[in-house]
């Protein structure tokens, strides 16, 4: 008899097991065959019925300061709309990888997503967003026309996939201190840039410029710069990888010099080695340098020439952050309405205090807070003359293909030459 | 007998579902991906390429790289913690006060997430704020770019590594010493052996079937080397600390190319199974051994 019961109770407990493993497959099968996607697939269901029952909104969202700023100003919306707005804050490669899992199940667990501007191709291809004209999303001019093309498929284009949500675009940062000991005025040009580090290094002994070298988005976001300042395009017009010109070996040159009479650093030291005065000149973000209302930096725009008498280029990566509403959101309606709220400019002007970097005109022209926040006009006309990076769905994949031959130049395991006829082979195989 | 029979297959059942479901998809899973060109976003299906995958992952110089340093990192990192666990656990085994204290003080880094370790380590190495170089500047030496020198990079993990992972070793071991009998320690004493003798001829043979566990496990787990590696290098400078894991996150994660990281993850199984078949052979032998007897 006990053994009746319990061959009752283990083959309940296998049939129980299979039953399980069963409400999970459809996701499953689409997933990698990780227990990732099961997990995902558990928690859309149990998200979906809250924002069914309750009203409430998941926005995945690139952690830190943009969480923080919304979480300052979302009570608003709560109260207008009795719905409830969860942010889940996650590390930019770990958002990537979650988005991308979470587009493949029926019903979404994020309603919002946070998408860095060069994943923007790759998931509008992919049909991850909803399009925000159908959904009655106004793309109004008070955006930044630079921000606001970065949310069309096609790019600048196409129908309107996502809005700019941060108004992010590199800058050059200096410490005016030290420029100033040495008699130095900003820098126009690269050719200019390497006289002040070779000076600043040579007579004081310090670090004359500091580069991101670190393998992968880090190095090639703090080269692309210098690049495009030489004439470098990564691309011509039929997709061909372009880095292995002359463009390209000059402005790799000249970073290989820079970061001979300078150092290479990670984020943190790049920021307290310039504020500090232990650096002169560095290429960095605005949100690194600038906190509130105070830098602890001075800022300009990027050389926008490789020599004082060269043709001028845009230099100032842009590296906005969008926000959309996901293709499988069951709660689209609701999710654009608070699209259109955290992107409007009173919510944006209220976001600054918080960290938020505006991505509308009339925030940055807005005289009450251009005279708190100094940098805005510099950050405006960074912005208004920014260039994109190359607007490919493989763009993830060319970054990491040239990451890892500019970080063998600058090592010294390859030569100049012989990394960025590597890196051309490998884009153009990527491009195939 | 055959109610006894259907009693064991009962038993069985919920095991043997849980293994298909845990083990045997996946793994069967991978496999069938790895001859597909399955990238996740794709809108159209996923198509059989044959072997492409596996020789364009042979083929791409970061790949080799990856396995190099894979391959070197364990064969040092497995060397070391053994070693310096097994000095560790004899001499505290030979303490006659504050064992106590020190066996549970030595386990403390190894009780730590990985990710965890590496953010610390990330703080202390840094140029100008870590406590590292601020320590060295005190004998006047530094500031060192620890994760950032191609000629430094790759040790600086491998020292975080043994630093993490010795403890464990020195626990398994220290629990080995434990077992041996104290009887042939006093005759070998009495037979006039010296230390080095006992050491060889006794706790060494005592405690070989935890050396080659505390080998196998910690072989297994370097392979794994991911999250040290993803937060504090991203697998450069130059390629010089990438590993087969970072490779295959690169890849088949985070770009989402599902059927390239499963031929690279295949290749990497097989690449385990070459450095643990001694340790496996030897315990399937040892069954066969004792099944015959």
Known sequence: MRKRIVIMLSLT???????????????????????????????????????????????????????????????????????????????????????SLDAKNKNGAYDLIMADDPWMPEFSEAGIFANLSELGVEADADFEESSLALGKHPYGTGDLYALPFSGNVQLFFYNKQLLDSYSEEVPQSWEEVLEIANKVHAEGGLTGYVIRGQQGNPIVSDFLPIFWAYGGQVFDENWSAQVDSEAGRQALDTYSKLLAVGANYETTDIVSSVSEGRAAMA??????????????????????????????????????????????????????????????????????????????????????????????????????NSVARPRTAKWSRVEEALGVELSAAIAGTKSIEAALADANEAINQIMQ | MQSKRRFQWAMLTPVILLLIGLTVFPVVYTISNSFTDYYYLASDGKKFIGLDNYVKVVQDEVFRQAVWNTVKF????????????????????????????????????????????????????????????????????????????????????????????????????????????????????????????????????????????????????????????????????????????????????????????????????????????????????????????
């Open chain 1, 13 to 99: 407990l296998a049939a129980s097991i299979f039953t399980g493993c069963q409400s999970n497959t459809q996701s499953g099968a689409q997933s990698n065959g990780q227990s990732t996607n099961q997990t995902n697939s558990e928690s859309n269901s149990s998200a979906n019925n809250q924002s069914k029952s309750e009203g409430k909104l998941v926005v995945a969202a690139r952690g830190g300061s943009h969480v923080a700023a919304m979480e300052a100003v979302k009570a608003e919306f709560e109260q207008a709309h009795h719905a409830k707005i969860e942010i889940i804050g996650l590390e930019a490669a770990d958002l990537k990888q979650k988005i």
């Open chain 1, 283 to 384: 290429l960095g973000w605005p949100s690194w340098f600038i906190t509130g209302e105070t830098a602890s930096a001075e800022y300009a725009p990027i050389p926008s020439k490789a020599t004082a008498d060269g043709q001028a280029a845009s230099t100032g990566m842009i590296g906005n952050w969008m926000m959309g509403v996901t293709a499988n959101s069951q709660n689209q309606e609701l999710a654009a309405d608070f699209l259109s709220f955290i992107t409007s400019s009173e919510t944006q002007k209220k976001m600054v205090e918080h960290g938020g970097v505006p991505t509308r005109k009339s925030v940055y022209l807005d005289s009450e807070l251009a005279a708190k926040y100094k940098h805005f006009p510099v950050q405006l006309e960074a912005l208004q």
């Open chain 2, 74 to 293: 364990m064969l040092l990192a497995v060397s070391l913690e053994t070693a310096l666990g097994l000095a560790i656990a004899v001499l505290i085994d030979s303490l006659k006060k504050g064992a106590k204290f020190l066996r549970v003080s030595l386990l403390i880094p190894s009780l730590l997430p990985p990710v965890t370790v590496a953010l610390i380590w990330q703080m202390m190495l840094s140029n100008h704020n870590g406590i590292i170089n601020h320590m060295l500047a005190w004998f006047g030496a530094g500031p060192f770019n620890f994760l950032m020198d191609i000629h430094i990079a790759f040790n600086a993990i491998l020292f975080i590594d043994i630093w993490q992972w010795t403890p464990f070793a020195f626990l398994l071991l220290y629990a080995g010493l434990q077992a041996v009998p104290r009887s042939q320690y006093e005759a070998a004493k009495v037979d006039g052996a010296g230390k080095l003798r006992i050491f060889t001829h006794i706790t060494l043979p005592n405690i070989m079937p935890t050396l080659l566990l505390v080998i196998l496990l910690r072989t297994i787990d370097t392979f794994r080397l991911f999250d040290k590696v993803n937060i504090l290098t991203g697998g450069g400078p130059a390629n010089s600390t990438t590993t087969i894991t970072q490779y295959i996150y690169r890849h088949g994660v985070y770009n989402l190319q599902i059927g390239y990281g499963a031929a690279a993850s295949i290749i990497m199984v097989a690449l385990v199974l070459v450095f643990s078949v001694i340790y496996i052979k030897r315990s399937l032998g040892g069954n066969e051994h004792e099944m015959r007897r």
